[in-house]
Structures are given as C-alpha cells and as structure tokens.
C-alpha cells in the first residue's frame, strides 16, 4: 500500500516530485558558502511563512556577520500544538504554527537570539502592483513578542528589525543597525556588507530556481509529458508538517508536480497554468488578490 517492501529501510524517492525535493535542495543550499567557527553565536530562524521564501538571505547575512544559523525544522506535532496555543487571537493557521517555531527556539538550548524580522515589504517587480506583506505575517514579530511574554516565556533575545525591500540601501541600513548593532555588536559598515551579501545569496537562489525550473518542463514538453503545476506559498508548499504531505501526492497522481516558483519568473506573484499535450505551459502570472480573467486555466492550489 505505501509502495515499500516489508524488508525496505527507505522510503522509495518518486520521479513525480523530483521538482519538490530540487526547490528545498536549491533552498538549503542558496544562502551557504561562508565559514563560520563551530563555537561562534548561534541565531534560530523559525521554519515558517517568509524564511521558506528568504532562507538565503538571511542564512548568508548572518554568517557574513560571524553567526551561524539553526532553522526550527519543519512543523511538527508539538508546533502544530503549540502555535495555536500560544496565539491570544485567531489567526490563520500558517500563523499560528509560526508562534509555535519561534516558542520553540525560545526554549532551544544554544540559541542565543532568534530572529523574527517585521517585513513590510518585499521588493518591486513588473508583475504586480504592490509588495505589501500579509498583515498577519508583518505582525509575526509583535505577537511572538506578546506571546511569549503572556506564556511566561523569555522574549528578551527577539530580534525584530523592520525590514521595507522599497526603501533605499542606507535606509534599510539604519533600520537593521537600530535594532541589531548594539546586541550583534556589529557597525553599519558589518550590515551593509552582510545585507549585500544576502541580496546576491537571495537573487543567486531565485535565478537558479527559474533555471532549474526551465529544464524541468523543457523535459516534459520533449516527452509530451502533462504536469501538474503545484500554486501555494512557499510556507504551504514545502511545509510537509503544515500540509499533511500533500504536494507530494502527486506520485498517486501518475503526474510529475512542479512547484509554482520554478516556473513563473518571479516568486512574489501567483502563477496559473494548463496542462497540454506539450506540457505545462506557464500562461501568466496574476497578483494575489486577483483572479485568472478566464476559466481557462487549471491549477492546483494550497
């Protein structure tokens, strides 16, 4: 029934989620490449919302600062408990389980901050005409920090730093040095060259997804392969704790899945596609908020 002999150890890797398993690989891997000492400070990032989007980013600023960094890992039974339990209102559930990875590291012996940023804005592409952040997600920060604090918890070593992607290099500068220079110990000169730093990591990342991604249905148009292309945040998609598993089912499916951000140009917008005899053709990206303008169009979503 779960496509394993009785005397098999491991879990059989399906051709169908190929793409799946090269995104989190791509995204793990984006932000490394800089040598931090093993006894150097350790900063927790909550393996939730934004960090499956920005993980390099952040992974390739910290470490250019002299930090090493530990996600919380993927949600699991105890967060998707947690969470809800430490939230004072209703969110969403992806919000929930945010507060339940940043209680985690709260608590995590070896982690001497952890870092919640107040991200306001990402930044500006052709594809849509705001940047603007989920309201729940821009307001992570400030209810960890009530969270924490209504649990009886240690919310002193947050590092909550706005973070506008709109603004200029010397603003986001001075944002970053308020609320980091004085417990990083680090200058305005340190951020500037770890948050150029982290941009190239980040745009490194995007621009090898969009490669990886053109080979994948290249591959298939060759074949004459349909896909099915898998639309959802990153913070949906790739969450196996959140979602239940549930992008990889395409193995039942007899259909190889692709992740939306290998195949549409910008990873802020929602991509759309239909299934053809020569393959999943990316149509057009649409904001968010929006709708596709025809029913033309297939997809499936989380």
Request: proline letters at 7%.
């Amino acid at each position: 029934m779960c496509g394993r002999d009785p005397g098999e150890q491991k879990v059989r890797k399906s051709p169908y989620d190929r793409a799946l398993r090269l995104r989190q690989r791509l995204w793990r891997e984006g932000g490394a490449g800089v040598k931090v000492p093993d006894n150097a400070p350790v900063i927790g990032l909550p393996q939730a919302l934004l960090t499956y989007t920005y993980y390099p980013l952040w992974q390739r600023f910290f470490n250019t600062l002299g930090f090493r960094v530990q996600l919380s890992g993927q949600t699991t039974d105890e967060i998707r408990e947690l969470g809800p339990r430490m939230a004072g209102a209703d969110f969403c559930f992806p919000a929930k389980l945010a507060l339940g990875h940043v209680a985690k590291l709260a608590v995590t012996d070896g982690v001497d901050f952890v870092f919640v940023p107040h991200l306001k804005n990402t930044q500006a592409n052709e594809e849509t005409t705001g940047t603007a952040v989920c309201p729940y997600v821009q307001g992570t920060a400030a209810c960890s920090r009530t969270a924490l604090a209504m649990n009886h918890m240690d919310a002193s070593r947050l590092l909550s730093p706005l973070v506008d992607m709109r603004m200029r290099e010397r603003d986001i500068i001075k944002t970053l040095s308020d609320e980091l220079a004085r417990p990083l110990g680090c200058s305005p000169r340190d951020l500037r060259r770890a948050w150029r730093a982290g941009l190239q990591a980040q745009t490194a990342f995007e621009d090898r997804c969009q490669e990886e991604g053109a080979k994948i249905l290249a591959e298939a148009t060759a074949k004459n392969e349909k896909m099915i292309l898998l639309v959802g945040r990153p913070y949906n998609n790739y969450d196996g704790g959140a979602n239940l598993g549930l992008p990889r089912r395409s193995r039942t499916w007899a259909a190889p899945s692709c992740p939306w951000t290998l195949s549409s140009r910008t990873c802020r917008g929602w991509a759309c596609a239909t299934a053809t005899p020569s393959g999943a053709t990316v149509r057009r990206s649409w904001p968010c908020w929006s709708r596709p303008p025809t029913r033309n169009y297939w997809t499936s979503s989380i």
